[in-house]
C-alpha cells in the first residue's frame, strides 16, 4: 500500500491504530518497521518518478488523527447510511460557501471498519463520512481508490503542487497510514485500516513479501 500511495502523490503516511488493531508496536521493533516503511516510500518515489518523498510517521490513535488533522477537506471511508459520495460532499460544501479544497485529510478503516465510537470521534472533529460505493472493499483496495478519486478533485483546484496525507488503519492485521501527496506541503488525508507500502527498496521482492505478511 505505501508503494502505491507514494506512486498516487501523497505526502504523509500515518499508521492508524484502531480499537480493531491486532499488530502492536512499540521500543526498537516500532523503529525498525518505521524505518523500513520510509525506505519502501524512497525506493517507490526512485521507481516511478516522484519528485516529493512521503514522510512515514509513527502510529497514531484514531482520536489523535482526526484532532490534529488542519486540512479543509477532511474524509473518513464508512459503510453506513449516512455516507456520500465524494461528488456530494463537494456539492454541498459549495453550496454551505467553502472554498474548494486544495488539500485534504482521508482515513480509510481496517478489516471490519472503524468502530461506532472511533467513527463518532471522527465526526465531531470535523470529517465526512465518504461512501466508496455498494461494495465492500478490502483495506488496501478502499484506500487506493479513496486516494485516486480525492487526488482526481483536489488537481482539478491546483494543477500542481497536491498534497495529500494518507491515514490508514491497523486491525485485524492491517495497519493504517497517512500519506501526503504533492511536492509541495498541500495535504490530502486519507485514512484506512490497513497499512499502504511502496516496496521497491533494494531486494524489495523479499521486503514486499514480509510487509504482506505483517498487514
Same mark, same amino acid.
Given at each position: 500500500?505505501?508503494?502505491?500511495?507514494?506512486?498516487? +502523490? #501523497?505526502?504523509?503516511?500515518?499508521?492508524?491504530?484502531?480499537?480493531?488493531?491486532?499488530?502492536?508496536?512499540?521500543?526498537?521493533?516500532? %523503529?525498525?518497521?518505521?524505518?523500513?516503511?520510509?525506505?519502501?516510500?524512497?525506493?517507490?518515489?526512485?521507481?516511478?518518478?516522484?519528485?516529493?518523498?512521503?514522510? #512515514?510517521?509513527?502510529?497514531?490513535?484514531?482520536?489523535?488523527?482526526?484532532?490534529?488533522?488542519?486540512?479543509?477537506?477532511?474524509?473518513?471511508? =464508512?459503510?453506513?447510511?449516512? =455516507?456520500?459520495? &465524494?461528488?456530494?460532499?463537494?456539492?454541498?460544501?459549495?453550496?454551505?460557501?467553502?472554498?474548494?479544497?486544495?488539500?485534504?485529510?482521508?482515513?480509510?478503516?481496517?478489516?471490519?471498519?472503524?468502530?461506532?465510537?472511533?467513527?463518532?470521534?471522527? /465526526?465531531?472533529?470535523?470529517?465526512?463520512?465518504?461512501?466508496? %460505493?455498494?461494495?465492500?472493499?478490502?483495506?488496501?483496495?478502499?484506500?487506493? *481508490?479513496?486516494?485516486?478519486?480525492?487526488?482526481?478533485?483536489?488537481?482539478?483546484?491546483?494543477?500542481?503542487?497536491? +498534497?495529500?496525507? /494518507?491515514?490508514?488503519?491497523? %486491525?485485524? %492485521?492491517?495497519?493504517?497510514?497517512?500519506?501526503?501527496?504533492?511536492?509541495?506541503?498541500?495535504? &490530502?488525508?486519507?485514512?484506512?485500516?490497513?497499512?499502504? *507500502?511502496?516496496?521497491?527498496?533494494?531486494?524489495?521482492?523479499?521486503? *514486499?513479501?514480509?510487509?504482506?505478511?505483517?498487514?
Amino acid at each position: 500500500i505505501i508503494q502505491k500511495a507514494t506512486e498516487l +502523490g #501523497v505526502s504523509i503516511i500515518v499508521p492508524l491504530l484502531s480499537e480493531r488493531t491486532i499488530v502492536q508496536l512499540d521500543g526498537e521493533d516500532l %523503529g525498525k518497521k518505521q524505518q523500513k516503511w520510509q525506505r519502501i516510500a524512497i525506493e517507490a518515489c526512485k521507481q516511478c518518478g516522484q519528485n516529493w518523498v512521503p514522510e #512515514v510517521t509513527n502510529p497514531m490513535k484514531v482520536e489523535a488523527f482526526a484532532r490534529q488533522s488542519r486540512d479543509p477537506l477532511k474524509l473518513i471511508a =464508512a459503510i453506513s447510511p449516512e =455516507a456520500q459520495n &465524494l461528488k456530494t460532499i463537494l456539492a454541498t460544501r459549495g453550496q454551505d460557501g467553502a472554498p474548494l479544497a486544495a488539500a485534504a485529510s482521508l482515513m480509510i478503516g481496517p478489516e471490519g471498519d472503524f468502530t461506532p465510537a472511533e467513527l463518532s470521534q471522527a /465526526f465531531s472533529h470535523g470529517f465526512a463520512p465518504l461512501s466508496l %460505493g455498494p461494495i465492500i472493499l478490502r483495506s488496501e483496495t478502499a484506500a487506493i *481508490y479513496a486516494l485516486s478519486i480525492t487526488g482526481h478533485e483536489l488537481r482539478l483546484v491546483k494543477t500542481s503542487g497536491l +498534497g495529500v496525507v /494518507f491515514a490508514i488503519g491497523v %486491525g485485524s %492485521g492491517k495497519l493504517i497510514e497517512p500519506h501526503r501527496l504533492a511536492p509541495e506541503p498541500k495535504q &490530502l488525508h486519507i485514512v484506512p485500516a490497513g497499512y499502504h *507500502y511502496n516496496i521497491l527498496a533494494e531486494g524489495g521482492d523479499d521486503l *514486499y513479501q514480509e510487509m504482506i505478511k505483517f498487514c
